[in-house]
């Protein structure tokens, strides 16, 4: 299986590359994001194969469909020391709650830094070691946060052969609970720098740096962005084993047709922002898994919203970009949605240039909405969406808090409003449950007049001792600290 780019001229199979040459890249050299040449069917029979796997032996065998430059064993153990009940909470790894009938939470936010960031970021990290040492190189992973991925990274390559993290966070601007969790770390391998300034600061550094070829090439600077082909994979996993939950009292509907064993529909709805999580929903739907609908859940910034329900694709600039309380879903446009739009036009890498990059470049948006391709984003693709606000939050918490006695963050919050208007009878509907609520104590403390319940291990943490650098936000500045770390 070879992957290639969004922006590949269809009649130009020159530039596809196999899994391990992408894992350590971002995007693909014409701009695009990579996607494999096709999606691996995955048939009744071998979902009925499947359903009783463990999380990690289901993780290699998607995965394994994907790559072939690592051998079995080794994806196998990979996956084996990745997805354990120690590092996710339990042995289900994302077990699923029911709320009522038809409706469920899965809990993708109990890894490391209660966020489902850490489903994908953990095995990028056993990857990473893998493939280093196999290479006999290093990578210095250099990124800007602010909270959730940054965290997610540091707690994936923490102490990590062959890897270095240099996270960049807008000094002062994390909440309490998000600075303590990535400055109480004492790996020698992990650094903090906080930067007098705020996110889009941090990101204008990155890209200065990422940008200065020559100083990239030798201190070997790598990102590990939500666009990395092999985050998106991981996340796949888990939309099978969310299908296997919900329907293991009733794995196809009653009667089952002649001749069909595993039929039975489910739907997700996905907070989203870059569009990563439900991108992944999408491959698993295009292997086969019986979706039914993809809800698209967004806040208030609607970038996808608007898109699904006009045809209209319009990018935000930062003062359109509004900071709510799921800000791990502030976007002003949708890193991942490329992909998407790839696969709707029918894999016309041209056609996906030409949208991505000339017509976004000139006027900031595109107009799909009198393509016939446009129709078939519902009708073939499942995909549907809502838009949620910070009143709808507090409501939707309240709500979920006082009759099923379950306590939900704000972004997950957001998937279940949007998925209440999407519900179909007869099929199940499951939220993506991406953070747990003491990661954004000050809403709850606004819907529900209580502080959120906090898991054992993190009683405490903000009188950790902190590891972090206080800079300036200055390019030159960065670069120092990475050559003097570089030793
Ligand atoms: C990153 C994140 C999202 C958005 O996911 P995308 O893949 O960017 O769409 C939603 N909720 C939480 C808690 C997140 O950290």
Redesign the pocket.
Known sequence: MKDLSTRAASNDKSDRKRFCEILLEGLAPDGGLYLPESYPQVDAATLSKWRGLSYADLAFEVLSLYIDDIPAADLKAICRKTYTAEVFGTAEIVPLKKLQDGLYLEAL?NGPTL???DMAMQLLGNLFEYELARRGEELNILGATSG??GSAAEYAMRGKQGVRVFMTSPYGRMSPFQQAQMFSLQDANIHNLAVKGVFDDCQDMVKAVSNDLAFKRQYKIGTVN?INWARLMAQVVYYFAGYFQATKNSPHPNPPPAGEGETQKVSFS?????????CAGHVARMMGLPIDHLVVATNENDVLDEFFRTGVYRVRGSADTHETS?P??D?SK?S?FERFVFDLLGRDGEKTRSLFHDQLNATGRFDLSADPAFAQAAQAYGFVSGKSTHADRLATIRDTHQRFGVMI?T?TADGLKVAREHLTPGVSMIVLE??LPI?FAETIVEALGCEPDRPAKFIGIEALPKRVQVMDADVQAVKAYITQHCA
């Open positions: 936010s966020a489902f960031k959730d991925t939500s996905v907070p989203s922002g870059n569009f990563g999580n439900v799921s791990s879903m976007i949708a991942n963050d972004h991406t953070a990661k």
